[in-house]
């Protein structure tokens, strides 16, 4: 079976999608990102590679927040999250470009197939 690894887990990240943001956990692994709240567990985001536009730096009233921007037929959402310090920032893109890539080689899409060159002949 195809599992999730997870790759690296970051506390302390906030998501900057309220007023005041939430404090949570960031996990990045081979298929997606997620992030919860420390507070409360059930309020988590779970993004696929495969959903992903974008992945970018740029300023934010928070300042300088990590940006995922899902496909239009994934909700088009823009995400924010802000990492400290900026450097650990820098260097959390860096892993998720290079997953993203190793990703988009090979996408998992949750199914083992095997091709085999065998033919069947069928019987009329």
């Not at 190793?102 to 998992?108: D, Q, R, T």
Request: proline share 2%; aromatic share 10%.
């Amino acid at each position: 079976a195809v599992v999730s690894t997870q790759s690296t887990g970051i506390s302390g990240v906030w998501n900057l999608s309220s007023d005041q943001g939430n404090l949570g956990t960031f996990y990045i692994t081979n298929v997606r990102l997620v992030w919860h709240a420390e507070i409360n567990e059930s309020f988590n985001v779970s993004i696929p590679y495969i959903q992903m536009r974008a992945v970018k730096i740029r300023d934010s009233k928070f300042g300088t927040a990590l940006v995922i921007e899902s496909l239009r037929n994934a909700g088009g959402y823009v995400l924010g999250f802000r990492i400290d310090p900026v450097e650990r920032l820098h260097d959390v893109m860096k892993e998720i470009q290079s997953l993203y890539r190793v990703y988009s080689a090979n996408p998992i899409f949750g199914v083992q197939h095997k091709i085999e060159d065998k033919v069947l002949r069928m019987k009329i």
